[in-house]
């Protein structure tokens, strides 16, 4: 028996969260590098940076993002734009390994494979933190979220459907992949603030691709 079948003895695959919310453990970990070259690449052609909330707060999360359409804040609100409106160009197309782990990802937590048409990059440097809130500016909300964790660990809060439901505190390490839809797919979510560390890939910082069927 190989080394690999060893370790997926050793820890579940499919850590379930709540009904219809997965996290499946290290599945993105063998395509890591090339995930993470094409998070350069896409950084490369749309900068990464730190957006405004509409209540004029500077998000300490630097992000961009690829696909169709891309998830902006300002003053005037959230919403989804086809255009990246630092640059006024069409946002990066959806890296291919991008797109095939989305998929797979949704059918390995029990889900229509996902056609993702949108992609936010987050970056978090130590210190950056996402409040809890709920990812509801999509038009398809039968569609899952799939969300990919790499580099530096981060505690992922996962909570109900008000925001006054405890949520729950998850370790989400390197190549692990989040899934949420159906009974939890407006669950609010958040990260507490990243805890300084190197990560032999990805240095002093943790990515998150956050896959989403905007419209
Ligand atoms: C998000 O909710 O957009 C990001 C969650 C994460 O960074 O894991
Ligand atoms: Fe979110």
């Known amino acids: 028996m190989t080394g ?13 969260l709540a009904e219809g919310a997965v996290v499946l453990r290290g599945f993105a970990r063998a ?25 004029g707060l500077r998000m300490s999360v630097a992000m961009t993002n690829c696909g169709e359409a891309g998830w902006v804040s300002d003053r005037r609100g959230y919403r989804y734009d086809p255009r990246d409106p630092d640059t006024g160009r069409l946002w990066p197309a959806m890296p291919s390994v991008f797109r095939a782990l989305a998929g797979r990802a949704a059918e390995a937590a029990g889900y229509a494979a996902l ?7 987050n970056r978090y440097r130590p210190g950056a933190r996402l409040s809890l809130h709920q990812d509801r500016d999509e038009l398809d909300l039968d569609a899952p979220i799939v969300s990919v964790s790499l580099g530096l660990p981060a505690t992922f809060l996962f909570g109900g459907l008000a925001r006054s439901d405890r949520p729950r505190r998850v ?20 990260i507490d603030p990243l805890k300084d560390g190197e990560h032999p890939l990805a240095g002093r910082c943790r990515w998150n691709l956050t896959f989403r069927k905007a419209r």
């Open 115 to 121: 056609a993702p048409t949108a992609c936010l990059v």
């Open 31 to 55: 395509e890591a590098p090339a995930l993470l070259a094409a998070v350069a690449a896409v950084t490369a052609a749309a900068p990464l940076r730190h957006l405004i909330t509409p209540g």
């Open 171 to 190: 370790r989400l390490e390197h190549g692990d992949v989040a899934v949420w839809g159906g009974p939890s797919r407006l669950a609010f979510h958040g």
């Open 4 to 16: 690999d079948l060893l370790e997926g003895l050793a820890a579940p695959a499919m850590e379930p």
